[in-house]
């Protein structure tokens, strides 16, 4: 009998160890920063709850996710540049123009798909003259991409003489507007593109790449890798997905013009920087930047909801920023003291 | 001459900029040949090793590799060719795992529909296998930033050795390591040597070359300047022409 007993106790201790052995497991995958923005979303539900009546309401969500998703669609290409040691300030920019070629283009009598394919065709541009400088001609990716952030916003103004562009097309409003299973279609867009870009980073080149570039661009030229075009390669998925963004803006509000999405550059690489990415490049998660989405967004919903003017949202999401950064900051330290 | 050599170069030139780093350099490795190299800083050691690997072009001069002239305009090229290299500072990807960097840019990948993806398991495998090889008490899911100087050194010689190279060029691979790891690492060469890899190893000791190298030359300003043949008896005679062509005097 007592061996028995013996028996179940040890078995239960075992199944305990298993438990915790796999908890340690999945709380090692997932790391401090994931671990610590799901406790900081699950602190901002309940304060804002509390807070706001209306903020668990079905459609709240909705709202904060098309608010999420224009800026999330750009922080997919975002955090790919800069894990890879790279930064991209020219988003906002491809965004606003990408958005108006596509918003023409539709006016003109052309379907919503060419305008799409046109508008993903010029990020996809841009981001090859962006990348193609900083590979070939070794320059700082912050000035390259400011630079073009000034370029093309400056061509859209010119074309465009300053005038909004107003869509007609239904097709192209019901991407930015409809619902599908009661989900924004935004919703779903970004949802898709984070899955099938968090399938692809572990299981591909690409994504083995993008960390080995932004940890050590001269080891990985010297294993034999083309960096040149994997660095052109990663500001080409950078662009296309800011354009995305862009087009996705206008579907939103129905306009286009050439200031929209100003500092919208600024917004995702909060997101990116708080979803852990480290500046320094070589690390960083997809999964991490989704969340910090999630987080920031429900922080704005919440805030508003709250009654707290609108204004304040700068300083604050500023301030969100540099507490990422310096807690990245000193979790890099401590690391190294270790 | 041997008969057989691995490599050979004939005139081999580099300038950077206006600089001759080095000045026609005629030398051979045989198969199975362990070659030391010595020289002070700016001797031009690197440079030649750098340019055997395809890291640089040379300037001048041809490269013949197993009896064939070969032109390499990247390291992919060399590797290609079957010629690895350990460099001096590892050129590893601290932010990778042990598995990473040793299949890095060298990927094996298994077909996937129409795509191509990483094969993640047997690089895992062959990892594990290519360590425990080197005695190397090390999981292959561990990243290299954390791991410590004489076991991120292992990834490194575990890297190069993974595709069967017929040639391995050592560039200052004992610089950073402790007096059991350096005689470890000069194991593995004397190892390498009777697994029929030739090796071109550079170093600023004598007495780690002298104890592993079939042939030593010695280079100053780009050229080379003396060729011995180790002999255990005659040290001191050897470490005096070692010292004269290092230096540039005339042995008396």
């Known amino acids: ?338 | 001459m041997i008969e057989d050599p691995v490599l050979r170069t004939t005139n081999l030139s580099k300038n950077f900029g206006g600089i001759s780093v080095l000045n026609s350099v005629d030398f051979h490795v045989g198969s199975n040949e362990s070659l030391g190299l010595i020289g002070d800083n700016g001797a031009g050691k690197s440079t030649l090793v750098k340019i055997l690997a395809g890291v640089y072009s040379p300037s001048g001069g041809e490269i013949f590799f197993n009896g064939s002239p070969v032109t390499f305009n990247s390291p992919s090229d060399a590797r290609d060719a079957g010629i690895e290299i350990i460099y001096q500072d590892l050129a590893l990807c601290d932010d990778l795992d042990a598995a990473s960097n040793i299949f890095l840019g060298r990927e094996l990948r298994h077909r996937v529909g129409v795509s191509r993806w990483l094969d993640r398991r047997t690089m895992m495998d062959e990892a594990r296998i290519a360590l425990a090889e080197l005695g190397a008490d090390i999981p292959p899911d561990q990243l290299v930033g954390s791991m410590s100087g004489g076991q991120r050194q292992l990834i490194s010689v575990a890297r190069a050795l993974q595709f069967s190279p017929k040639l391995l060029l050592m560039d200052e691979p004992t610089a950073a390591l402790s007096n059991t790891k350096i005689h470890l690492l000069l194991d593995l060469v004397k190892k390498l040597k009777n697994k029929g890899v030739s090796v071109i190893l550079i170093s600023h000791r004598f007495t780690d070359l002298i104890s592993v190298c079939d042939r030593i030359i010695a280079m100053r300003e780009g050229a080379i300047k003396a060729e011995i043949v180790p002999d255990l008896d005659k040290v001191s005679e050897m470490m005096a022409i070692m010292q004269a062509a290092l230096s540039g005097e005339s042995i008396s």
Not at chain 1, 17 to 24: D, G, P, Q, T, V
Not at chain 1, 144 to 161: D, N, P, Q, W
């Open chain 1, 1 to 338: 009998m007592m061996a028995h007993v013996d028996s179940i106790k040890k078995g239960a201790t075992a199944s305990n160890n298993s438990f915790l052995i796999r908890a340690e497991k999945v709380k090692n995958h997932l790391g401090p920063t994931i671990l610590g923005l799901l406790a900081v979303l699950a602190a901002e539900i309940l304060i804002f709850t509390i807070k706001s009546p209306y903020f668990l309401h079905v459609g709240n969500f909705a709202n904060i996710g098309r608010a999420m998703s224009i800026i999330g669609i750009g922080s997919l290409g975002a955090t790919i540049v800069i894990i890879a040691g790279g930064f991209d300030l020219s988003v906002g920019s491809i965004m606003a123009a990408a958005g108006m070629l596509a918003s023409f283009l539709c006016n003109q009598g052309l379907s919503t798909g060419i305008g799409l394919v046109s508008a993903l065709f010029l990020g996809g541009v841009i981001g090859l003259l962006n990348g193609s400088v900083i590979a070939f001609f070794r320059i700082n990716p912050l000035i390259t991409t400011l630079a073009m952030l000034s370029i093309v916003r400056g061509i859209a103004y010119i074309i465009s003489g300053g005038d909004a562009i107003v869509i007609s097309n239904s097709a192209f409003l019901a991407i930015g507007t409809n619902d599908f299973l009661g989900i924004p279609i935004t919703v779903w867009i970004t949802v898709a593109l984070f899955l099938v870009m968090g399938a692809l980073m572990p299981r591909t080149r690409l994504g083995r790449y993008v960390y080995a570039i932004g940890s050590s661009l001269r080891a990985s030229k010297l294993s034999g890798i083309h960096v040149n075009r994997w660095i052109i390669l990663f500001y080409v998925i950078s662009g296309v997905t800011a354009a995305l963004a862009g087009f996705v803006t206008v579907a939103r509000t129905g306009q286009a013009e050439p200031s929209a999405n100003i500092g919208a550059e600024l917004d995702m690489i909060t997101a990116v920087i708080l979803g852990g990415t480290s500046l320094r490049g070589g690390k960083g998660k997809l999964l991490g930047t989704f969340l910090a989405l999630i987080v920031l967004a429900i922080l704005s919903n919440g805030l508003i909801l709250s009654g707290i003017p609108s204004y304040w949202q700068l300083p604050i999401k500023g301030l969100v920023l540099m507490t990422a950064i310096i807690w990245g900051e000193i979790r890099r330290t401590s690391r190294d003291v270790d």
